[in-house]
C-alpha cells in the first residue's frame, strides 16, 4: 500500500488530476480554489504538461473546451462567482458532448458574498450549470481522501459518457489537511474515436459542435443525450449508509456537512436515539433508490445543507413525501455545530 502523505484538499485534487493523466489545466484565481492552479503551475512543467491562467474564467473553459476536442484530460477550478462564469462554456461542453472536468470550491453568496465555506451552488451543479437541457456528472467528497479518489473517478466517467463532470466541493475541504494516499493510476479504456486528432487521410473528418441549425437534428442530439442520462442514473449513482439497519430517523447530508451530521448521530445513539444517514457521494446522478427504501422504514428525514435548503427539494422528490424532512441550515459562510444537529434530530423524533 501506498504510503499517507499530508496535503490539503486542493493540493491533494490537483495531484490525483495528474495521476488521472490531465496534462492541460486552464484557471483563473479565486478564493479559497487558488492552491489548485498554483499547485498546478508547479508540476505541469515538470511533467510536460499545460499550464495557462487565462485572463478570465470565461477564457480559461473555452481553452478546456479546445483541449478537451483533442481527446486529452483537460480541467479547470474555480470558486462559485468564477463558475457562474464559466456555466456558457460548461453548456458548449454538453452541447458538443465533450469530457473534462470542473472544479468548484464552493464559498458563500450570492454575488460575491464571502470567502467562507458554502454549498449553495447545489441549484447550478445539479440542473445543468448553462443554458439549455443537459447535466453534468457531480460528485461530492466529504474528505481529502474523497477528493483524490473521486478526481479519478470524475475523469474517467466523463470520458466514458462524453460528457462534463464537477467535483463539488467547498472552501473548508479544501483548506484542510488530511492524511490521503494517493490513487494509483488506471488505464483508460474509454473510446477517444470522436476526438479532432487529425485523419492524416486515414479516416473521415471529426467535427466537434454544439450547433445545430436544423431543429430536427438538435431534438435527435438532446433525445440522444438523455438516453444516456437515464442509463447514468441507472448504473452511476453513489451514496454511502451509516447506521441505517434500525434507524428511525433518516439524516441526508453531503460533504463537509456529513462529517458534523455523523458526529451528532454518534451523540445520538449515545442517547438512545435510532438515527442513521444516507450520505450523496454523486448528488447527479441523485442516489433516489436508498432514499425511497429509507422512506418505507423511517418516520422522519432531516437534511444538513450550508444553505437554504436546496438537497431538501431532491429528498422530498426521491421519497415522493411519503414522510415529513425537516432542515439544519447555516448559510454565509457558517457551519453548523454537532449541537445544533443533535437539536435538529432531537425535533424530529
Given at each position: 500500500?501506498?504510503?499517507?502523505?499530508?496535503?490539503?484538499?486542493?493540493?491533494?485534487?490537483?495531484?490525483?488530476?495528474?495521476?488521472?493523466?490531465?496534462?492541460?489545466?486552464?484557471?483563473?484565481?479565486?478564493?479559497?480554489?487558488?492552491?489548485?492552479?498554483?499547485?498546478?503551475?508547479?508540476?505541469?512543467?515538470?511533467?510536460?504538461g499545460t499550464f495557462l491562467q487565462a485572463e478570465s474564467e470565461i477564457a480559461a473553459?473555452?481553452?478546456?473546451?479546445?483541449?478537451?476536442?483533442?481527446?486529452?484530460?483537460?480541467?479547470?477550478?474555480?470558486?462559485?462567482?468564477?463558475?457562474?462564469?464559466?456555466?456558457?462554456?460548461?453548456?458548449?461542453?454538453?452541447?458538443?458532448?465533450?469530457?473534462?472536468?470542473?472544479?468548484?470550491?464552493?464559498?458563500?453568496?450570492?454575488?460575491?458574498?464571502?470567502?467562507?465555506?458554502?454549498?449553495?451552488?447545489?441549484?447550478?451543479?445539479?440542473?445543468?450549470?448553462?443554458?439549455?437541457?443537459?447535466?453534468?456528472?457531480?460528485?461530492?467528497?466529504?474528505?481529502?481522501?474523497?477528493?483524490?479518489?473521486?478526481?479519478?473517478?470524475?475523469?474517467?466517467?466523463?470520458?466514458?459518457?462524453?460528457?462534463?463532470?464537477?467535483?463539488l466541493a467547498d472552501g473548508t475541504m479544501g483548506q484542510m489537511m488530511e492524511p490521503?494516499?494517493?490513487?494509483?493510476?488506471?488505464?483508460?479504456?474509454?473510446?477517444?474515436?470522436?476526438?479532432?486528432?487529425?485523419?492524416?487521410?486515414?479516416?473521415?473528418?471529426?467535427?466537434?459542435?454544439?450547433?445545430?441549425?436544423?431543429?430536427?437534428?438538435?431534438?435527435?442530439?438532446?433525445?440522444?443525450?438523455f438516453a444516456r442520462y437515464a442509463e447514468i442514473e441507472k448504473k452511476e449513482a453513489?451514496?454511502?449508509?451509516?447506521?441505517?439497519?434500525?434507524?428511525?430517523?433518516?439524516?441526508?447530508?453531503?460533504?463537509?456537512?456529513?462529517?458534523?451530521?455523523?458526529?451528532?448521530?454518534?451523540?445520538?445513539?449515545?442517547?438512545?436515539?435510532?438515527?442513521?444517514?444516507?450520505?450523496?457521494?454523486?448528488?447527479?446522478?441523485?442516489?433516489?433508490?436508498?432514499?425511497?427504501?429509507?422512506?418505507?422504514?423511517?418516520?422522519?428525514?432531516?437534511?444538513?445543507?450550508?444553505?437554504?435548503?436546496?438537497?431538501?427539494?431532491?429528498?422530498?422528490?426521491?421519497?415522493?413525501?411519503?414522510?415529513?424532512?425537516?432542515?439544519?441550515?447555516?448559510?454565509?459562510?457558517?457551519?453548523?455545530?454537532?449541537?445544533?444537529?443533535?437539536?435538529?434530530?432531537?425535533?424530529?423524533?
Open positions: 500500500m501506498s504510503e499517507k502523505v499530508l496535503m490539503k484538499g486542493n493540493e491533494a485534487l490537483a495531484e490525483a488530476a495528474i495521476i488521472a493523466g490531465c496534462r492541460h489545466y486552464f484557471g483563473y484565481p479565486i478564493t479559497p480554489q487558488t492552491e489548485v492552479a498554483a499547485y498546478m503551475a508547479k508540476r505541469m512543467p515538470k511533467i510536460g473553459i473555452n481553452m478546456v473546451y479546445g483541449a478537451a476536442s483533442t481527446g486529452h484530460r483537460a480541467m479547470t477550478s474555480s470558486s462559485s462567482p468564477g463558475i457562474s462564469l464559466k456555466c456558457e462554456g460548461i453548456s458548449y461542453l454538453a452541447g458538443a458532448d465533450l469530457p473534462a472536468l470542473i472544479i468548484n470550491v464552493q464559498r458563500g453568496g450570492p454575488g460575491l458574498g464571502g470567502i467562507q465555506p458554502g454549498q449553495s451552488d447545489y441549484f447550478l451543479a445539479t440542473r445543468g450549470p448553462g443554458h439549455g437541457d443537459f447535466h453534468v456528472l457531480v460528485f461530492a467528497p466529504s474528505g481529502v481522501q474523497e477528493m483524490a479518489d473521486l478526481t479519478l473517478k470524475a475523469f474517467d466517467l466523463a470520458e466514458k459518457y462524453r460528457m462534463p463532470s464537477m467535483i490521503v494516499v494517493l490513487p494509483e493510476p488506471q488505464e483508460s479504456h474509454n473510446d477517444l474515436s470522436w476526438a479532432v486528432t487529425g485523419t492524416n487521410m486515414e479516416r473521415e473528418h471529426n467535427i466537434v459542435n454544439s450547433l445545430y441549425l436544423q431543429p430536427q437534428d438538435l431534438e435527435d442530439m438532446n433525445n440522444q443525450r453513489m451514496w454511502e449508509e451509516f447506521m441505517m439497519e434500525d434507524a428511525e430517523i433518516c439524516v441526508v447530508s453531503y460533504g463537509i456537512t456529513a462529517r458534523i451530521a455523523r458526529n451528532a448521530i454518534n451523540e445520538a445513539r449515545k442517547q438512545g436515539i435510532k438515527v442513521g444517514m444516507i450520505r450523496p457521494i454523486t448528488l447527479w446522478p441523485f442516489p433516489k433508490a436508498p432514499l425511497a427504501a429509507a422512506a418505507d422504514k423511517v418516520k422522519h428525514f432531516v437534511c444538513v445543507e450550508l444553505n437554504m435548503g436546496q438537497m431538501k427539494e431532491d429528498v422530498e422528490l426521491a421519497i415522493s413525501c411519503k414522510k415529513p424532512v425537516d432542515l439544519c441550515y447555516r448559510v454565509g459562510g457558517m457551519i453548523p455545530s454537532p449541537t445544533e444537529v443533535l437539536e435538529a434530530i432531537k425535533k424530529a423524533m
